[in-house]
DNA sequence: CCTACCGATCGGTAGG
DNA sequence: CCTACCGATCGGTAGG
């Protein structure tokens, strides 16, 4: 009975966090109120709260899902055994892959961030640091094998990452290219550049 | 006299524009409050509306002229008797240059302007959606006169937009890269790509 | 899961 | 420019 409970509760959790999360990216954060999320789920707002602790702790889940997901795959990515460039194709790929089919969690945890309460924030940021420091790695190892041209590392990385972030507006469209395309194109003109050679 | 009133009212309103969009960069549109804004301004919230119409006003006066400035740079490059891409350079670095010395303004109006209301909202949304057209037609020019690869213009314009909107990222650092050398290094990538030849 | 309700804060107005 | 104040809405709690 426990038991049951239990995995009744985790999922009823995971509902509410999946739904918050579409609201969230919709409205912003602020706007997005309980009463809101309530209605969507289809109970009164107070009732939301048997299974989370707070609005802020549904900001929190999101945010470090997403952090936690992304430094797991730079910790696999950063130790193959393939070239520098083959590593930021993997990546990027990973992104545009992540953007694409978990677009809510991903968007809110690019842009809604700043509102999260301490500790979460540090924490969030933190894991944001870390991974951008890895990212970078990657390609000032790239630049010392001369496989990529001798740039900032720290931009690259921020071009990669609020590029990739540009699906967003994809998503807002008609969407008249393929998601298979739209990560084809990306991948060509963040590393080949859009210069014909 | 009445000249001269009317002069000040203009100043006063624009220091208070000026002063909500670093309010509203900061904490986002919904978060930022009229009694933070005349905190700031040193007045009491109630007497900011001797000099705008309400809070939304204040946004929409922040879009609209960032969406301005945008589609008239836009206009005259279009015209330019220059190589498509050299048109894509100038308006990237012109970008860049806006990113980097109005801040405040273009953060909030790529971020923030979904918090609009109508009629501002539409009226905004035909601005953006005009200005992308114009850049995915100098892609679409370059690409048939093969300066530039053959992809997607409608992806090329949204990583290049979204990329330069990464520069957030650079003044919420502690900048050990100048200015000159972010825009240096972003048309670097941008243009050519990470690989190295 | 609900009803009932709280204190805080919001954008904005009246009136001087 | 201020004081005083309004109705609405917010996140969240008590109690069942």
Chains 1, 2 share one sequence.
């Not at 919709?26 to 048997?50: C, H, P, W």
């Not at 990515?77 to 089919?101: A, V």
């Not at 991903?106 to 940021?125: G, I």
Request: aromatic share 8%.
């Amino acid at each position: 009975m426990g038991r049951i409970k239990t995995t009744y509760n985790i999922s009823k959790k995971e509902i509410i966090i999946d739904k918050a999360a579409a609201l969230i990216r919709e409205k912003g954060f602020k706007a997005a109120s309980m009463r809101d999320l309530a209605e969507i789920i289809g109970v009164e707002a107070a009732s939301l709260y048997n299974h989370i602790k707070s609005k802020n702790e549904l900001l929190y889940e999101i945010c470090l899902h997403v952090a936690n997901v992304y430094n797991k795959k730079i910790n696999i990515i950063s130790d193959e055994q393939i070239s520098s460039i083959e590593k930021i194709e993997m990546l990027l790929r990973f992104h545009i892959q992540c953007m694409i089919q978990n677009f809510e969690k991903v968007f809110v945890s690019d842009r809604e961030w700043k509102h999260l309460s301490e500790p979460y924030l540090s924490n969030f940021q933190n894991l944001r640091r870390n991974y951008r420091k890895k990212f970078a790695a990657i390609i000032e190892e790239g630049i010392k094998k001369e496989e990529i041209k001798k740039i900032d590392a720290t931009t690259a990385v921020l071009i990669m990452l609020y590029a990739v972030s540009g699906i967003e507006s994809w998503h807002r469209s008609k969407q008249k290219i393929s998601g298979n395309a739209l990560e084809e194109n990306m991948i060509a003109i963040l590393i080949g550049g859009l210069k014909k050679l």
